[in-house]
């Protein structure tokens, strides 16, 4: 570890920080319906957009039919890219020829980009056209981050609303979202990451002559429209098979530093339109305390395990830092960075191969999507994740003082709670239950590529990812099997619905309650007390949930490793 | 409920046509004039042919030249297409080794590089990204450490004086940006397009 390593990473959260307030005015502006200094430009086309849909933006909706309305939306959005990746053969701008993707894979892969996964079973260059980056992928990336946003920002408005049947207008909010708040920054993001030396061409793949005189074709496209979006979205999904690491995809140490800005910002300013919609700032900055306490531990383990090294590696006298897997212009503090952030969000792009990283390094990344990505977390999912976790810690120090827990004004009662633990139950079920059946099962076994320990972390990370919605991936294992493709599947679908549906009817309970004012036995839930609550529960609920599959995998490795046990 | 079943259908293709094309092809029309050489993929031209991009590392193995990182990434094989053969810095097809810190098969080829090296220049210790693979296998930069490592062999091969060279790798390495961000490094094709330069003189 370095001085200037370390100054890389605060000068990162430094302007994180700076960043939540201004956004979080926009965003609470855009949320209200109030007008914004795009509004010249864009309520025009807001108006057009409701009046061909025939919505009613007055009508506000119950949060049964908010729930129903988005569930809609994204069997929409799933039948457009499942149709879009089966026909890109016949359709327009395929330079490359690419055939038709097979159904598993299709099916696999539209799964993931309505649940704002973008798991890669894919192979971006060698399997997609261009047609179908942009109208399938693009698109998407849009659309299933607005509906995390829209999400969040209905069950705030569950808080902050008192005795009301109604929770907001799901049409509304996915469409303000997208025009005012996603396409505006996409635009001016976008031309940055051309200067910085992005491709943006629908032009064929280029073939080089090296200097050696050998043949090199090099893979170009629309990269950095859909980059843009990818990451401000916390989408993950690359345009290219190495996603973040490909130099196309991130040229520059400048680049790279907003690429990961642009991970967290508008999850963290989440906190704050959460803050300025209950009407106290300060529960917002409580719950980003929350976020930075687990983040920051998280960044300091993987740094200092990945500039370490390993012992394969110090046995040869090679100093600098486990550098299989990253890239020069990274090196070991961004590559470190990038990975702890894309998997605190529910990012899922990297900058480095996860699956080279030494066993604790790798741990990060697997305890922080575990955890639920509630740390700053993916756009909106990563608020409404947070939200669950802090009405078991109100529910837990409610028992502890024998009061009904209040919360920002609200009883946090029976149905809350249950509510809450369903969906945070869900996750383990989920990837600890498809990891015990693959590490049984022999097709599902042979697709591991590392021996040992390792590879049954490969397995626990796929699902892991796959169920917390964030993409990223020990990459050796190869998902486009039938066996990964449809399992992957089924625990994207169940981790993102399954958390949304039960995070709604905690929506519309809420709403529904009166607001009660703080007396003197509630607990106050802006200071350092709360923060340490929910840390310390968030962390016990996790702990107990998924250590026993961390001991049989990283932890395991790293015993192994420093005993010099190879496989 | 009902009532939600048209914007459903109609807000998604509408906001589709927005966000899946417009957007997307309006950037393209606006990179293009803007950024013309960028969007293009920032391709090096010598003698009117491309030789490459500036940003991705290309092969290297012949002596007079600076070799650039290990490349992990493969090629379907032209014999049975169920298969992949090794194919170095293949741009069409970007991945890393992803072997991990237990893996034997890294273990062995990381022995067997570092003594190749160790015999290549017995003078300096190796440097850790000349035996490791990038995780894109297309990394464009090596170093300064591993550029000065092979400035013997490079100086040999061409009969030019070490001091030269050693030069030349001093001129193409670039710091950090605004001395904070990023890793001090070189890119091997500049480094390489300016040694092929200095010979010619």
Known sequence: MTVIGWIQIFLYCAIVVALVKPLGWYMTRVFNGESTFLSPVLRPVERGLYWIGGVDEKREQHWLTYTVAMLLFHVGGFLVIYGLMRLQALLPFNPQDQSAVAPDLSFNTAISFITNTNWQNYGGESTLSYLVQMLGLTHQNFLSSATGIALAV??????????????????????????????????????????????????????????????????????????AIKMLGTNGGGFFNANAAHPFENPTALSNFVQMLSIFVIGAAMTNVFGRMVGDQRQGWAILGVMGVLFLAGVAITYWAEANG??????????????????????????????????????????????????????????????????????????????????????????MVGRTPEYVGKKIEAREVKMAMLAILVLPLMYLGWTAVAVVFPPAVASMANAGPHGFTEVLYAFTSATGNNGSAFGGLTGNTMFYNLTLASSMFVGRFFMIVPAMAIAGSLAAKKSIPPSAGTLPTTGGLFVGLVVGVILIIGGLTFFPALALGPIVEHLAMNANNLF | MLREIRPAIILLLLLTAITGLAYPLAMTAIADVIFPKQAQGS???????????????????????????????????????????????????????????????????????????????????????????????????????????????????????????????????????????????????????????ATAK
Request: charged residues 15%; glycine residues 10%; hydrophobic residues 45%.
């Open chain 2, 43 to 197: 391709l090096i031209e010598k003698d009117g042919k491309v030789i490459g991009s500036a940003l991705i590392g290309q092969e290297f193995k012949e002596d007079k030249y600076f070799h650039g990182r290990l490349s992990a990434t493969s090629a379907p094989d032209p014999a049975d297409s169920t298969k992949t053969v090794s194919a170095p810095y293949n741009a069409a097809n970007s991945g890393g080794s992803n072997l991990g810190p237990t893996s034997k098969a890294l273990a062995d080829r990381l022995k067997e590089d570092v003594d190749k090296l160790k015999a290549e220049n017995p003078n300096a210790s190796v440097p850790v990204d000349l035996v490791t693979t990038s995780a894109s296998g297309l990394d464009p930069d090596i170093s300064p450490e591993a550029a000065l490592f092979q400035v013997p062999r490079v100086a040999n091969a061409r009969k030019m004086p070490e001091e030269r060279v050693r030069q030349l790798v001093t001129e193409h390495t670039q710091g950090r940006m605004a001395g904070l961000l990023g890793e001090v490094r070189v890119n091997v094709l500049a480094l390489n397009l300016a040694l092929d330069a």
């Open chain 1, 154 to 227: 209905a069950l705030i408005r569950g808080f902050s609303r008192s005795s009301m049947r109604t929770i907001g207008n799901f049409w509304v909010d996915v469409t303000r979202c997208t025009l005012y708040v996603l396409l505006p920054i996409c635009v001016v993001y976008t031309l940055f990451l051309v200067w910085q030396g992005m491709p943006q061409t629908l032009g064929a793949y280029v073939d080089a002559t090296t200097l050696e005189g050998g043949k090199q074709t090099i893979a170009v496209g629309p990269v950095a429209s859909q980059v």
């Open chain 1, 310 to 399: 390993t012992s394969t590696l110090t046995a040869l006298g090679l100093s600098g830092g486990n550098m299989e897997g990253k890239e020069i212009r990274f090196g070991i503090v961004a590559s470190s960075l990038f990975a702890v952030v894309t998997t605190a969000a529910s990012c899922g792009a990297v900058n480095a191969m996860h699956d080279s990283f030494t066993a604790l390094g790798g741990m990060i990344p697997l305890i922080n999507m575990q955890l639920g990505e509630i740390i700053v977390g993916g756009v909106g999912a990563g608020l409404y994740g947070m939200l669950l976790f802090v009405v078991l810690a109100i529910f837990v120090a409610g028992l």
